[in-house]
C-alpha cells in the first residue's frame, strides 16, 4: 500500500488560505486558548479527517452576528475572512425570517417539483445579470456548480479542452482541481481531467511576460495564442478577479480574452462564486469590464451565509442539454436556500450595499496606500470594492500579522503566502471598518519592527 506522506513544508503549500500548520498557530493557540475550547479542538480532532485549511481548527465558536464571530470562551473576533459567505453579514434578521419561514412551511423541495421560491430566485437573478445571460441552474456549492459548467461547455461545443490560469482556485472536487492551478490541491492525487491546459494568470507583479507591473494584456494574447494553436477549446474558464490575493485585471484583458474566445469558437466561462453579490461593488464583477461571458458562476455569499447555495447562469442559446442530467444536486432547488438567497438580494438592495462597498472599499484603499508609504514591508495595495490585500514582503511577516490580529480580535485571510486579504461583510459601519485598519497597521508595524 502507498503511503501518503504529510509535510510540515508550509512554504511552498501558500494559496486558497492561511496552512493550518503554522508553528506560530500552536504558540497563539498555547497562549489564548482555555480548556474548554482545548477539549473542543481535541474531539475535533479525533473525529474529522485531518486536512489543510480546516482540521486541526485553531479556535471554536459559539456564536456568529453581522461582523462578529464570537469564540466559546466570549473573544469577539471581527470577521474579515468569512469565507466569502458575509457580504450581508452573519445572521442577517430578513435572511434568517426568510429561511425560517421556508423552513416552517417547505422545508424541502424533492427535484422533480418546483417551488416558488426557486422560481422568484431564478427570476430575480437572470433579471439582473447583463445581456443574455437568462438561465439558470442552482447547485448546493461552488464546486458543483463549476463542475456543471464544464459539462455543459462540453456539450455545447463538442468539444473538451479547456484553457485556465496557474494559481487559480475553482473548487476542491477532481474536476475543479484540474482547472484549478494550485499546487495544495493538485498535488500527490493523480491523473487529473484530461484537456485542462493552463496558462499564467494575469498577475502584474509576477507577471511571465514582462509587463512590469502594470498589465498590457499580453497574459491574454498568449491565451488567444493558445486558443489558435489548441483550435478545439471548449472554454476559458477565469476567476474574474482573483480572491486569493485580489489580482484585479484592467479593461483590455477582458476584452481580449472575450475576442479571443469569439475568434476561436471557446466559451468565455468566470468563476466569481467568493466575490459576487456586491463584494466588488456590482451585482457581477464583470460588469466593470463591459464584456458579458458566455457563463457565470456564483455562489457563497448566495445563500446569505445560512445555507449553501450557487448558481451557473448561462446565456439562452447554451439551454442544449435538455436529455442530459447537468447538475442533478439533491438540494438543486432547494426551498430554505432559495428563500435565504432572495432575501439576501432584498438585503443588497434595500440597504444600498453596492454604493456602500464602492465608499467604503474607496476610502480603504486610500489608507491602504498611505500605510503602504509608512512601512516598507508592504510592496503593493489592491483593492475592488470591499475586496482588499496587502501584499507584504513575506509569507513569514503575513503569518505573524494574521496571529497578532487575531489576538485583537480580528480575522482575515492570508492568501498566495504573503498577501491580506481584507473583506469585510458589505454591512460594516465605517468606525468598526477604521478600527480595523487601524489594528492591521499597528500589528504590520510592530511586526515588521522585530
Ligand atoms: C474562486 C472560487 N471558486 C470556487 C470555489 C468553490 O466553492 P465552494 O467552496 O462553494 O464549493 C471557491 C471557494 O472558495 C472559490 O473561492
Redesign the pocket.
Known sequence: MTRHRTTNNTSDLSS?GDVNLSPRRKRWEAEHLGPETRAILAEDAKHFLHQSLSTPCFNALRSASGIWLEDIEGRRIMDFHG??VHQVGHGHPHVVAAAKRALDTLPFSPRRFTNEYAVRLAAKIVSQAPGDLDKILFAP????A?GIALKLARIATGRHKTVSMWD?????SLD?ISVGGEALFRRGVGPLLPGTEHVPPCDPRACRFGCGGSCDARCAEYVEYVLGKEEDVAAVVV?TVR??DVQVPPPAYYETLRRACDRHGALLIL?E??ICLGRTGTMFAFERYGIVPDMV?I??GLGGGVF?M?ALIARGHLDVAADRALGHYTHEKSSVGCAAALATIEVIESEGLLDRAVALGGRALERLRAMQLRLPAIVDVRGVGLLLAIELAHPELADQVLYRCLARGLSFKVGQGNVIVLAPPLVIEEVDLDSALAIVDEEIAQASAC
Not at 456549492?141 to 458543483?144: K, Y
Open positions: 486558497e469565507n466569502s456549492g461552488g464546486t458543483e463549476i487559480a482556485f475553482h473548487g476542491a475543479a476567476e480572491s486569493t468563476d462564486i467568493p458562476v455562489g457563497k449553501p450557487a
